[in-house]
Nanobody, 121 residues
């Protein structure tokens, strides 16, 4: 059972940038994804990347601002977040894709504990 640990969150002003990391306890030969959950809202898809690093997919709300990448040699997933907005404030999670479409929360497992991102206006 792979374990995931997110890091890199923090407080940033609107327009700023953050880079999140997701360290896996071992190599995952699977698509991996980023999700986020704001207070009082359901967890939502942010981005996903295939194991081969060839295919990526983004939610419309982050397209053009966020970039997902992975370093399989380091067993680490990244999320570069630029031009941050207050509505990006949430706890960000990474997970391993197991089935279904990449944007479906139910198709993921091995969730990390999350890292808080707060964007001030």
């Amino acid at each position: 059972q792979v374990q995931l640990a997110e890091s890199g969150g923090g407080l940033v002003q609107a327009g700023g940038s953050l880079r999140l990391s997701c360290a896996a306890s071992r190599r995952t030969f699977s698509t991996m994804g980023w999700f986020r959950q704001a207070p009082g809202k359901e967890r939502e898809f942010v981005a996903a990347i295939s194991w081969s690093d060839i295919s990526t997919y983004y939610a419309d709300s982050v397209k053009g601002r966020f970039t997902v990448s992975r370093d399989n040699a380091k067993n680490t997933l990244y999320l570069q977040m630029n031009s941050l907005k207050p509505e990006d404030t949430a706890v960000y999670y990474c997970a391993v894709h197991t089935m279904g479409t990449w944007d479906n929360t139910n198709g993921y497992k091995n969730w990390g504990q999350g890292t808080q991102v707060t964007v001030s206006s």
